[in-house]
């Protein structure tokens, strides 16, 4: 499967953007996904996932109350509402897929640059 994300801007702390992934291929359904990011000399990160159907989802603390995952399996899609945006949520972000919707991705999209200014 090929990953696409876009969405990525420059904003204000305290605004909000949304992260799109089209996935390529028929099979979207059968993986689960998930974002990742990488701040600026940091290793990269877990931020959010989602499993296969979208009945399970799960967040890093520092995101949880203000990002919110999202798919929709029929257009082959995953999204990131990020809201209350802050400085330290400055980084590329992934997509990524999971074969196994076991927590292990196979897939990872090119990412998309996302700067919050205080």
């Known amino acids: 499967v090929q990953l696409q994300a876009s969405g990525g801007g420059s904003v204000q702390a305290g605004d909000s953007l949304r992260l799109s992934c089209a996935a390529s291929g028929r099979t979207f359904s059968r993986y689960g996904m998930a974002w990742f990011r990488q701040g600026p000399g940091k290793e990269r990160d877990f931020v959010s996932a989602?499993?296969?159907?979208?009945?399970?989802?799960y967040y890093a603390d520092s995101v949880k109350g203000r990002f919110t995952i999202s798919r929709d399996n029929a257009k082959s899609m995953v999204y990131l509402q990020m809201n209350s945006l802050r400085p330290e949520d400055t980084a590329v972000y992934y997509c990524?897929?999971?074969?196994?919707?076991?927590?292990?991705?196979?897939?990872w999209g090119q990412g998309t640059q996302v700067t919050v200014s205080s």
């Open positions: 990524a897929a999971s074969v196994g919707d076991n927590g292990k991705y196979d897939y």
């Open positions: 989602i499993s296969r159907s979208g009945g399970h989802t």
